[in-house]
């Protein structure tokens, strides 16, 4: 491409008298007029931009300064006068520190990426690939997923078919009783409507008496409708300055899951349990002498056999219990299984998975959104109850919170 045709339309910058002020407002009025669609975002702070990993997966890049004057080179052109002429200019360094030393950058904000539909605070369902300002969530669609019509007002007809499909995936997970059941529907449910809760939610803990009774199994194909991967697993820290640091490393990736699997010790880190009922977390950067402000717009899920909750812990969570009742639950034949491969089925049935999902909820929404008036709630996730009892009430689902004084004691 000629040099002339890459500065053609470009805004014309002039540095000549190094008016900062007006040099940063010129370069940011460029760098606003060439994210169109959006790819630079406000995020924890800093200046982000998309980028696509393997397989099309979409992650963030933090814009240090090489970074930031390499998007300014392509969306502006920097020059100096002399003579009645000008000459071409790179984006000056003190223009690069000094946009970076704004308090506010004027960039859309972004809370996360999702991989399949959500609902909006209003309940309007994000279906369009691409940036939602009413979620601040960047959609990247996989064109692998081709999504049913979800009806603005679900039949009973649609109804039933979801929870049939719903019903198929939780088929052979031997839940202790019905509340498990509900609960990890509310688990498969959670991302879909995270944005309609502006609270926190609780951690789901899917727990067994013995290993081999499929809790990793559960909290990965719950996962994977609403993400399209396997969630990945988080080791638990040796003490709370680490649990601390992991979550803050964790958090800083956009997770969408945050999965601590086959937990050991006693869960009692007083880190994890601020981090769940905060709306948002802040830390200091290992490493580094800044700190971070994150919002918590992730899903928690602990796996482990029969753990150790403190009481501060305990009523932050939503129990989902498996027991076969068998001593060695990893030697059950699996030609009883319905799905003798869970997660091939679950990797195929996706978009009928996500159908489903999105058929509940829409129901509840086009409902009006009423909230169950008689049901037990949860302190500190009153929202939370609120959304989710709701939508089972609606679609007449059962044991929704059935077991808390089993957890609790």
Request: charged fraction near 25%; glycine fraction near 6%; hydrophobic fraction near 40%.
């Amino acid at each position: 491409m000629d040099f002339k045709d890459l500065q053609s339309g470009l805004p014309q910058i002039d540095i000549k008298d190094k008016n900062l002020p007006l040099i940063s407002i010129q370069s940011w009025d460029a760098l606003i007029k060439a994210n169109n669609p959006p790819y630079l975002f406000t995020y924890a702070n800093h200046i982000v931009r998309l980028i696509k990993r393997e397989k099309g997966e979409m992650s963030i890049d933090r814009l240090d300064k090489n970074k930031l004057r390499h998007e300014l080179a392509r969306c502006a052109i920097f020059r100096i006068f002399k003579n009645d002429d000008f000459e071409i200019s790179l984006p000056p360094p003190y223009v690069v520190d000094d946009m970076l030393a704004y308090p506010n950058y004027p960039l859309p904000r972004l809370s996360r990426i999702v991989s399949a539909p959500i609902f909006s605070k209003e309940g309007k369902l994000h279906l369009i690939p691409g940036y939602s300002p009413s979620t601040e969530c960047y959609f990247n669609l996989d064109s692998r997923v081709q999504i049913p019509d979800v009806p603005m007002h679900p039949s009973n007809g649609d109804v039933s078919q979801a929870k049939e499909k719903i019903g198929e995936l939780l088929h052979d997970f031997p839940f202790s009783g019905e509340p498990e059941m509900v609960h990890a529907v509310s688990l498969l449910l959670s991302p879909f409507v995270r944005s309609m809760i502006s609270g926190p939610v609780p951690v789901y803990i899917i727990e067994a008496p013995s290993p081999g009774t499929g809790k990793t199994l559960l909290a990965q194909v719950l996962a994977y409708p609403s993400i399209g991967m396997l969630p990945e697993a988080m080791s638990e820290g040796r003490n709370d300055e680490e649990m601390r640091k992991r979550i803050t490393a964790k958090m800083m990736r956009f997770p969408r899951y945050i999965l601590i699997d086959n937990i050991r010790n006693h869960i009692a880190y007083s880190s994890l349990a601020s981090a769940i009922t905060s709306t948002h977390w802040e830390d200091r950067i290992l490493g580094a002498s800044r700190t971070v402000r994150l919002r918590v717009m992730s899903t928690w899920v602990i796996t482990g056999n029969n753990p150790s909750l403190s009481s501060e812990m305990a009523r932050r969570c939503v129990r989902i219990r498996l027991d076969t009742g068998q001593e060695q639950p990893w030697l059950r034949n699996p030609e009883g299984f319905k799905h003798k491969n869970l997660l091939r089925w679950v990797k195929e049935n996706r978009s009928r998975l996500i159908w489903a999902a999105l058929v509940l909820i829409r129901n509840w929404v086009s409902k009006g959104k009423p909230s169950p008036a008689d049901k037990p709630t949860m302190g500190m996730f009153e929202e939370w109850c609120q959304v989710m009892g709701g939508i089972f009430m609606v679609n007449g689902i059962e044991g929704f919170l059935g077991n808390l004084h089993e957890l609790y004691t």
